[in-house]
């Protein structure tokens, strides 16, 4: 049972363009929905997060735009660019999930020259 | 990554052998985790650790044992080795267990 949806699966985007992945959670009680980063024979690492209590979190050409109402949550990169294409996982944490993230199935990104 | 290690990086063994990967940290974080990672599944928690011997099991624990003695050391034990355990495994670390998961570079596991 998936508890968090990511699409899409792998997205290409031109450089300089902007890569949105979303992210869907059925648990109303998740409260911390971090973003990670992963290069190829790397492991992933934490890119951004974002707690429900704000609609929107910008670092740099990084925003995570979140939806309550909808348990929604995108990843958006503007300005892509070739040194961003790797693998992006969603994750969402509760307290009930014994301090476990629960996370979504990746998206491979890549971004073209 | 600075503060967790994994060893060994990379090993093949054949089907039916014991094999014990090793996690160590130097942040005295109290949470460890061990997951594995296959094209199309994403991160699969194995078992993950709340303290010193306390220990559970995640989403795919069938044929993995772990052990934690010391603070820093989670190893991840398979006991009996087979083909659909080849995999990357990572061990990932984190102060409260929520935020801030630091995972380690990853072993690449190849059971033969």
């Known amino acids: 049972q998936q508890q968090v949806k990511q699409s899409p699966q792998s997205l290409i985007v031109q450089k300089g363009g902007i890569s949105i992945i979303n992210c869907a959670y059925e648990n109303t009680a998740f409260d911390y929905f971090p973003w990670y980063q992963q290069f190829p024979g790397k492991g992933p690492a934490l890119l951004i997060a974002i707690r429900p209590d704000v609609s929107e979190k910008k670092e740099g050409r990084f925003t995570i735009s979140f939806n309550k109402s909808a348990k929604q949550f995108s990843l958006h990169i503007m300005d892509s660019q070739p040194g961003d294409s790797a693998t992006y996982f969603c994750?969402?944490?509760?307290?009930?999930?014994?301090?476990?993230?629960?996370w979504g199935l990746g998206t491979s990104l890549a971004v073209n020259p | 990554d600075a503060g967790i290690t994994q060893s060994p990086r990379h090993k093949v063994t054949e089907t039916g052998t014991p094999v014990t990967l090793r996690c160590h940290q130097t942040?005295?974080?109290?949470?460890m985790y061990w997951y594995r990672q296959d094209p199309g599944h994403g991160l699969r928690l194995i078992h993950y650790s709340y303290g010193v011997k306390d220990t559970d099991k995640g989403e795919v624990s069938d044929g993995y044992s772990v052990s934690r003695s010391k603070t820093e050391d989670f190893l991840l034990t398979l006991e009996s080795a087979t083909s659909s355990q080849t995999s990357v495994y990572f061990c990932a670390i984190s102060s409260t267990g929520d935020h801030g998961y630091t995972f380690g570079s990853g072993t690449r596991l190849t059971v033969v």
């Open positions: 942040e005295n974080h109290r949470y």
């Open positions: 994750a969402a944490y509760g307290a009930g999930n014994n301090r476990k993230l629960i």
